[in-house]
């Protein structure tokens, strides 16, 4: 399948491999917790590393910053290799989930202690703490306590103090994880902010999806130790590799088939548990008969109480069976005489819809030809 051009998108200031892994393999008593795991990163990138728990993204982190060797593959930053260089010795920083500032240093301090520790001028590391201070916005705060603090300002600090050394590379371990919904959406705005400003190449691992999609210049996904798919964030999303992507990155509805027609700029796939024919409208290379699941995107979703006109992808009747309210938008959930259940966003353009679909109703759900992806597994 070949995905139509996207829009534009962030991209790194460099196209040059700034941080190169090559087969890595990391195994701990037995087990593979990062498998044969290649990837370039670009130099001035944002790189998301995205996966749920025990998928090997925070050891593949701990490598980089040298904290954990691999047992085979290399690792070059900068081109120079750092497979067996400790920790200390790496042009890299990095920013711990807990933050770990000295709760007895004021916030200059902390800021300062690395700068410290390299036995610079006093007037050099106390110009870098002004600087850093002021990026992240807390040089009024310069003789706080962390205690004295919220949670999104400790996290700057931490963000300073990481960044106060000039690292050719900042690495993030779950850095918002701490924060509460609405503080970490501002606060990712800040980060990528900061990001533009110094043009440091930035590595996050996290589990957040919306967190990823937001920072990440692309996103690689991991499970199982080994990277799914390496992706720009939009073409992640709109062109999952399996179903795994489809399913892990975001809300997605499946429909299991099989094919009945196969041509260059188009599929037909014959689907029991949506009661019809699904078109797509792109070809793929499969055999007739071959099972393939078809994922269609809960937004992409149209939901009407007469049947839709003109050209669709898929459509079926239903019955409403939940509605969630969030506000800007309303998740339905419609459950098929197959018994799947497809779910359906749309969004509260009005105040009060007296039209819309409520509980137990029966409807259409539909949607464009545009708007599925075909997948083999």
């Known amino acids: 399948m070949t995905a139509p051009a996207s829009p534009p998108t962030r991209a790194p200031k460099s196209d040059r491999a700034f941080i190169r892994i090559a087969d890595v393999v990391k195994t701990f008593d037995g087990f593979r917790a990062v498998d044969n795991i290649s990837l370039d990163v670009a130099e001035g990138e944002i790189f998301c590393l995205l996966g749920g728990s025990g998928s090997g993204k925070s050891t593949l982190l701990r490598m980089l910053a040298g904290f ?23 042009p890299v920083n990095m920013m711990f989930q807990s933050y770990a500032l000295f709760p007895h ?6 800021v300062a202690y690395g700068l410290k520790q390299d036995r610079l001028p006093k ?6 703490v002004k600087r850093m201070l002021e990026l992240v916005k807390l040089d009024t705060l310069a003789h706080r306590k962390p205690h004295q603090l919220s949670g999104g300002q400790r996290q700057r600090v931490a963000l300073a103090r990481a960044l106060a050394k000039k690292p050719k590379a900042l690495l993030l371990d779950e850095p918002l994880s701490a924060l509460d919904k609405k503080l970490r959406e501002e606060t990712q705005f800040e980060l990528m902010d900061i990001q533009d400003t110094l043009g440091t190449t930035f590595i996050v691992v996290t589990h957040d999806q919306e967190e990823a999609m937001t920072l990440g210049t692309r996103i690689g996904v991991m499970d199982q130790g080994r990277l799914v798919q390496v992706d720009a964030p939009r073409d992640l999303y709109e062109y999952p590799k399996n179903r795994f992507i489809a399913d892990f990155v975001g809300s997605v509805n ?17 689907s029991q548990a949506l009661g019809g024919e699904i ?22 979703m149209r939901l009407r109480r007469e049947a839709p006109e003109g050209p669709v992808g898929g459509a079926a009747q239903g019955v409403v069976e939940d509605i969630a309210y969030m506000g800007g938008l309303s998740h339905y959930r419609v459950v098929l005489p197959s018994g799947q259940r497809v779910r359906a966003t749309l969004a509260n353009r009005d105040r009060h819809d007296a039209d819309a679909p409520t509980w137990e109703e029966t409807v259409w759900i539909s949607w464009p030809p545009a708007a599925g992806v075909a997948l083999l597994s």
């Open 105 to 110: 240093m004021s916030v200059a301090r902390n």
């Open 254 to 270: 499946i429909f299991e088939g099989q094919v009945t027609e196969d041509e260059s700029d188009h599929l037909r796939v014959g």
């Open 68 to 90: 954990e060797t691999p047992d085979s593959g290399r690792i070059e930053i900068d081109g120079q290799d750092m497979t067996s260089v400790p920790p200390w010795d790496r």
């Open 279 to 300: 078109y797509i409208d792109h070809g793929m290379s499969c055999q007739l008969g071959q099972t393939v699941w078809v994922a269609v995107r809960p937004e992409k």
């Open 123 to 128: 007037s050099e590391i106390e110009a870098q």
